[in-house]
């Protein structure tokens, strides 16, 4: 079991897609429906050419249990369009590295078209990072922008207020 340590934050501008160094087109999807009570989100993913399956604990904040396991992409590919409960969450993913960190940037399309979340993977909770010009709003806390949430309630349904991070 590997433990997930991460922040996230809105972005701004666009002057990040200049400092990326690689970027990967991502499908994904759920099998097991949000729900009161559940301990666990079941996803697959499509990275590229390579497929996984991923389950993580559906703890809100800084860190959650992670498993990822490789599966056959033809697999993944018939997951997603028979198993997966909502939509398919789509988004390129961009790479930028800054100092020290990674720094992962999510486009989304689709229902979600419009938001861009960066996320920055911490060695441990209390780790400091310098936050490059780019980043906006720290969203860590707010369950709607995990992946998860955006399978089920699209970014293009929030309110303004919501869209900023509020």
Not at 34 to 45: C, D, E
Not at 117 to 134: G, I, K, Q, T
Not at 144 to 156: A, G, T, V
């Amino acid at each position: 079991m590997a433990r997930e340590i991460e922040r996230k934050f809105l972005v701004q501008g666009t002057d990040w897609k200049a400092l990326a160094h690689q970027h990967t087109h991502f499908a994904q999807g759920y099998l097991t429906p949000l729900h009161a009570g559940a301990k666990s989100s079941v996803r697959v993913r499509i990275e590229g050419q390579t497929a996984n399956l991923n389950i993580k604990s559906l703890e809100i904040g800084l860190s959650r249990d992670e498993y990822e396991y490789p599966i056959a992409l033809a697999d993944a590919q018939q997951m997603l369009a028979k198993l997966a409960v909502g939509p398919v969450v789509e988004k390129v993913r961009y790479f930028v590295r800054d100092g020290t960190h990674l720094w992962e940037i999510d486009e989304f399309f689709g229902d979600n078209q419009g938001l861009v979340v960066a996320e920055v993977e911490l060695a441990h909770e209390h780790e400091a990072v310098r936050l490059p010009d780019w980043v906006g709003n720290e969203v860590t806390h707010q369950a709607r922008y995990y992946n998860i949430s955006l399978s089920e309630y699209p970014f293009q349904s929030w309110s303004e207020a919501e869209k900023l991070g509020h």
